[in-house]
């Protein structure tokens, strides 16, 4: 849920940016997208830290159980997050990113279900991650949608 809050706390602060004169975040759909770049920078950062072995354990298949399946979606989260900073093809970056998350989705059901911690905190409940899954797909969506339609005009 740590991203969660990332994500609410880094879009309120590209909002207030925007409330100040900053022009790129006087939209709420920019300040969203580049507070989804602080996010998986946040977290993909995290797959790089003491926390690869909780990620390894989250993995649900045996056959990428391992390091370099936690270090390629921490890559991929990262260079996600500079590709949605740079406003470029942003419904391409959404929709790439709401499969990411598809993907993932059973890791972090297995993780609840086998209750393994991560940061050496016990595991969020199993509804609530998978609330936040389907909430992050969905502002992935509306902002996915949003940048295609301000490509169009």
Known sequence: MVSLYVLVIATAAFRIAGLLGVGIFRGFTDCLRCGFAVMFVFTGVS????????????IPFEFFRNDATVYA?????IAGALWL???????????LFIVFLAAVL????YASVNDITLGGRPPTELHLRVMAQVLYMAL??????AGMHRNRR
């Open 47 to 58: 797959h790089f830290t003491s926390m690869k072995d909780d990620f390894v354990r989250m």
């Open 106 to 109: 059973p890791a972090n059901i």
């Open 73 to 77: 979606t921490g890559a991929i989260e």
């Open 140 to 145: 992935l969506a509306f902002v996915g949608l």
């Open 85 to 95: 900073a740079s406003g470029r093809r942003v419904g391409t970056i959404c929709v």
